[in-house]
């Protein structure tokens, strides 16, 4: 029987990707005395690399942008990307703060139902915890200390698909993994909680609105194919639930 929900937080909570974290990069990239640009379709690509310091050095790697800045200052690649990833974070923290991420309607629906129905929700991210913590505060301020364990990239420094986040936030809810499910919008998300033994609600999002093979239902109004014979679409908790149990019947 189902008792928790873990989600995922960046593309499913929020837009956070395309919206907050694209854009502060670039900001960080400016303020560092860098002429990097990631516009929405370089972004998605990079999305491939789940955790943001990852990412930049990816992108370092793979794509070869010039690392002279303005000052001709030669740094160590990782000095470099840590004073980009600090620099990015304050910026988030101001974008979040501004009011330019918004919960997404269906997931809010989804997980005020879990909290009427006495479900417990949890957090497993690869973003830290103070871009959590940020974006936990301006978009739910009254629930946010309703998650609990809220693990993040503070905690584990493995990011998905390892499904060491999952494995350590459903052993901190001390339930089995066939009472939790996980909610998630990336394909690299869904392969890590699939490897904690989870199943999977699947909320696709603005840079993963594709098909996850293994999920057990997509959550309705959070893509664009939601009239795709492809996958089981569920409205709402209580369509989950009857999913669930008829899978277990
Ligand atoms: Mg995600």
Redo the contacts with the bound molecule.
């Keep these: 029987m189902l008792k928790a929900l873990i989600f995922?937080?960046?593309?499913?909570l929020a837009e956070?990707?395309r919206d907050g974290h694209r854009v502060a990069f670039n900001a960080a990239f400016r303020d560092v005395g860098l002429d990097w640009e990631w516009d929405e379709q370089l972004y998605g690509e990079l999305l491939r690399v789940?955790g943001g310091r990852e990412r930049i050095r990816h992108y370092i790697e793979h794509y070869a942008p010039p690392i002279e800045c303005e000052f001709g200052e030669i740094r160590s690649i990782d000095r470099l990307i840590a004073d980009i990833h600090g620099t990015k974070t304050a910026h988030y923290a101001g974008l979040v703060a501004g009011g330019q991420i918004k919960l997404r309607p269906p997931v809010a629906e989804l997980l005020r139902a879990a909290r009427r129905a006495g479900l417990r929700v949890a957090i497993a991210?690869?973003t830290t915890r103070s871009n959590v913590t940020t974006l936990l505060e301006q978009l739910m301020p009254k629930a946010r200390d309703a998650f609990s364990p809220i693990v993040t990239a503070d905690e584990v420094a493995a990011k998905?698909p390892n499904p060491a986040v999952y494995l350590e936030a459903l052993a901190r809810l001390g339930l089995d993994a066939d009472e939790v499910m996980a909610v998630?919008?990336?394909e690299?998300?869904v392969r890590a909680a699939l490897a904690a033994g989870l199943r999977v609600l699947h909320t696709p999002?603005a840079y993963?609105p594709q098909r996850v093979d293994g999920v057990t239902a997509r959550l309705a109004g959070c893509g664009p194919n939601d009239d795709a014979a492809d996958c089981l679409v569920v409205a709402g908790l209580a369509e989950l639930r009857a999913v669930e149990q008829a899978i277990a019947a």
């Design positions: 995922d937080v960046d593309g499913t956070t990707e789940p991210t690869t998905k998630e919008d990336s690299a998300g999002s993963f």
